[in-house]
């Protein structure tokens, strides 16, 4: 992925930064969740989304236990890569616990940080301390053509 196109995703992701958090939302400055910040930036840079999510709950990831993000980020991405590739403007897939689904998601951002919806608030840039970074369960990048 070039230099070029990593600063454009980041680019992308911070003009969401203040979106209220909205379940199941995926507009800018009305209102989405994690999966609709991923969604919203994807349609920035390629103009449509590649599938529409099937409506989830809250807590959908410890009622099914499928690992559904992962298996869209590597479907739309390609196969997860070793955290030590993480580069800005990666997508970045979080699991809570070991051995629950992974449900959270983000892109990286320069300065060991990334760009999320943070639930109960809005989508902000947090610094990826060791806390968040031993729950990263995939990183995967965007594709450049889609």
């Known amino acids: 992925m070039t230099e070029v196109f990593r600063e454009r995703i980041v680019a992308v992701a911070r003009t969401f930064i203040g979106t209220p958090y909205r379940h199941q939302g995926a507009l800018k400055g009305?209102?989405?969740?994690?999966?609709g910040l991923i969604r919203g930036v994807w349609r920035e840079l390629y103009g449509a989304e590649p599938e529409a999510p099937a409506?989830?709950?809250?807590?959908w990831a410890e009622r099914t236990g499928r690992e559904r993000l992962l298996e869209a980020a590597a479907r739309h991405c390609g196969a997860a890569l070793p955290l030590t590739d993480l580069r800005p403007g990666?997508?970045?897939?979080?699991?809570?616990?070991?051995g629950m689904a992974a449900k959270h998601a983000g892109i990286a951002t320069p300065g060991d940080r990334f760009i999320h919806a943070y639930e109960q608030a809005a989508v902000l840039e947090s610094p990826l301390v060791p806390a968040w970074r031993r729950r990263i369960a995939g990183v995967f990048r965007f594709p450049e053509t889609f």
């Open 90 to 98: 990666d997508l970045l897939v979080f699991r809570w616990q070991d």
């Open 30 to 35: 009305v209102g989405c969740d994690c999966l």
């Open 55 to 59: 409506p989830y709950a809250p807590d």
